[in-house]
T-cell receptor, first 114, second 116 residues
Framework: AQSVSQHNHHVILSEAASLELGCNYSYGGTVNLFWYVQYPGQHLQLLLK??????LVKGIKGFEAEFIKSKFSFNLRKPSVQWSDTAEYFC????????????FGAGTQVVVTP | SAVISQKPSRDICQRGTSLTIQCQVDSQVTMMFWYRQQPGQSLTLIATANQGSEATYESGFVIDKFPISRPNLTFSTLTVSNMSPEDSSIYLC?????????????FGPGTRLTVL
């Protein structure tokens, strides 16, 4: 079955530590890739997206992600996290011929301690 | 971008009743989507609601349980019918403001439903 997998359900780290969240998908065709973030009590909002071109994409708040087509991966990174990065992070994928059917990963709860 | 509001923001309902959730967008959009986020889980697409046509439901979701209306390009409703405690979830609407497939979706704040 087609799916989106996030490797970690829960991550705890200290401020200034580096963060990397894994995401793999199983679709064989052309996809658009997204990372969404949900801060406590807030809407889901887009961190970054990849449609085509440079596989290293930069998003808001210092986040970046790298698309590796051969590995079906789209991992999220931030070199130095802050307490305000505490949130739930969702990887999501749309097959370009699926008319908006966004498939989400299970989410990763990230807690950054001061 | 698009700004989306949902009503109600939360509700507590009795088993066997129905709740209609409203989704309002600040611009005209073709594609609207309804998602469910069960406790501790990710988002699951319920259906796609395009103006002027019947909603398209995903596997495991049926119109009798989740009827959807889409009367115009800025508004949609989702009804959760004959509720049971298993329907306790956050229900979110989203829109693709680009008008074409595969682009960024903007999400509403969600409706937190508890069924007793």
């Amino acid at each position: 079955a087609q799916s989106v997998s996030q490797h970690n359900h829960h991550v705890i780290l200290s401020e200034a530590a580096s963060l990397e969240l894994g995401c793999n998908y199983s679709y064989g065709g052309t996809v658009n890739l997204f990372w969404y973030v949900q801060y406590p009590g807030q809407h889901l909002q887009l961190l970054l997206k990849y449609f085509s071109g440079d596989p290293l994409v930069k998003g808001i708040k210092g986040f970046e992600a790298e698309f590796i087509k051969s590995k079906f991966s789209f991992n999220l990174r931030k070199p130095s996290v802050q307490w305000s990065d505490t949130a739930e992070y969702f990887c999501a994928v749309i097959q370009t011929d699926s008319w908006g059917k966004l498939q989400f990963g299970a989410g990763t709860q990230v807690v950054v301690t001061p | 971008s698009a700004v989306i509001s949902q009503k109600p923001s939360r509700d507590i309902c009795q088993r066997g009743t129905s709740l209609t959730i409203q989704c309002q967008v600040d611009s005209q959009v073709t594609m609207m989507f309804w998602y469910r986020q069960q406790p501790g889980q990710s988002l699951t697409l319920i259906a796609t609601a395009n103006q002027g046509s019947e909603a398209t439901y995903e596997s495991g979701f049926v119109i009798d349980k989740f009827p959807i209306s889409r009367p115009n390009l800025t508004f949609s409703t989702l009804t959760v019918s004959n509720m049971s405690p298993e329907d306790s979830s956050i229900y979110l609407c989203s829109v693709d403001a680009s008008g074409s497939s595969g682009n960024e979706q903007f999400f509403g704040p969600g409706t937190r439903l508890t069924v007793l």
